[in-house]
Antibody
Framework: QVQLVESGGGLVQPGGSLRLSCAAS????????MTWIRQAPGKGLEWISY????????FYADSVKGRFTISRDNSKNSLFLEMDSLSAEDTAVYYC?????????????WGQGTLVTVSS | QSVLTQPPSVSATPGQKVAISCSGG????????VSWYQHLPGTAPKLLIY???KRPSGIPDRFSGSKSGTSATLAITGLQTGDEGDYYC?????????FGGGTKLTVL
């Protein structure tokens, strides 16, 4: 069965950095786009970035562009999110999500999420 | 402020039907497919509807989706207390993915 397991969350000071990881299993990782989505406390879901299956094309939401870097290691079935210049507004649960395509795009499998707290 | 507009909350009693709307524009919903997600307390979000009106395996037919022009609707019939949670529409615009602001469903 498909499993996505995030790690790397925790408490970080404003201006600091953090690297999230996602271990994927149960499917052919290289066949799928992968995405990071977050949810701040009391807020809705926010898409922040996706990376194509080969890793050659990447897009970011404006809210994280220039500060966050998504990457993947297809040999290790892993997805990463490098987060720099963190602020309190980045406090959220971060989800690793598989994107699928039929006639359109949708997010069919989600990890349980990892909590990132930015505070002094 | 989300580009896709959903009502903040809806409520109904068990057994009833509820509809949740998602309004966008010509560059997102108007030209692309819509998906819907259920987010229950303490769980990861779950895909309910994709390609406007298709259900993934395991999603009961109480859940249905439709789209007309620049708006989409999620309908839930035979409401159960276990349906209480947040519901989000999703689509894309150019290459960016979008979510609605979410709708809190309360089953009274």
């Amino acid at each position: 069965q498909v499993q996505l397991v995030e790690s790397g969350g925790g408490l970080v000071q404003p201006g600091g950095s953090l690297r999230l990881s996602c271990a994927a299993s149960g499917f052919t990782f290289i066949d799928y786009y992968m995405t990071w989505i977050r949810q701040a406390p009391g807020k809705g879901l926010e898409w922040i970035s996706y990376i194509t299956s080969s890793g050659t094309t990447i897009f970011y939401a404006d809210s994280v562009k220039g500060r966050f870097t998504i990457s993947r290691d297809n040999s290790k079935n892993s997805l990463f999110l490098e987060m720099d210049s963190l602020s309190a507004e980045d406090t959220a649960v971060y989800y690793c999500v598989r994107e699928t395509y039929s006639d359109g795009y949708s997010f069919d499998y989600w990890g349980q999420g990892t909590l990132v707290t930015v505070s002094s | 402020q989300s580009v896709l507009t959903q009502p903040p909350s809806v409520s109904a009693t068990p057994g009833q039907k509820v509809a949740i709307s998602c309004s966008g524009g010509s560059s997102n919903i108007g030209n692309n497919y819509v998906s819907w997600y259920q987010h229950l307390p303490g769980t990861a979000p779950k895909l309910l509807i994709y390609d406007n009106n298709k259900r993934p395996s395991g999603i009961p037919d109480r859940f249905s989706g439709s789209k007309s022009g620049t708006s989409a609707t999620l309908a839930i019939t035979g409401l159960q207390t276990g349906d209480e949670g947040d519901y989000y529409c999703g689509t894309w615009d150019s290459s960016l993915r979008l979510f609605g602001g979410g709708t809190k469903l309360t089953v009274l």
